[in-house]
């Protein structure tokens, strides 16, 4: 079993930058591929992107590609996931998850374990 708490979340101006953070619990975090996911009010579950168990892999939604990224430190049994050029329609609750396999994927429900999330706004 895979605890996740993420941390890092805040409002930001337009423009901004912000890191959040993914720390899990247990001695496996390596074996786990990491999402990040977003959902803002009214709308589904969005995936944001995806890094395999060695970091080896990543894969992004269109929205974010060369604005965030994705990284993990497995002595740390954390994940990261960096924005640059926030936009107000980047507000939403972020969401990391874990997979128990070590390849990434895109969905949902190809994931195991969910953190709580935690809030990012952008004023515009």
């Known amino acids: 079993q895979v605890q996740l708490v993420e941390s890092g979340g805040g409002l930001v101006q337009t423009g901004g930058s912000l890191r959040l953070s993914c720390a899990a619990s247990?001695?496996?975090?390596?074996?786990?591929?990491i999402g990040w996911f977003r959902q803002a009010p009214g709308k589904e579950r969005e995936f944001v992107g995806s890094?395999?168990?060695?970091?080896?892999?990543?894969h992004y939604g269109d929205s974010m590609k060369g604005r965030f990224t994705i990284s993990r430190d497995n002595a740390k049994n954390t994940a990261y996931l960096q924005m640059n050029s926030l936009k107000p329609e980047d507000t939403a609750v972020y969401y990391c998850a874990a997979r128990s396999v070590a390849g990434i994927a895109i969905i949902t429900t190809f994931y195991d374990y969910w953190g709580q999330g935690t809030q990012v706004t952008v004023s515009s």
């Open positions: 247990g001695r496996t975090f390596s074996r786990y591929a």
């Open positions: 890094i395999s168990w060695n970091g080896g892999y990543l």
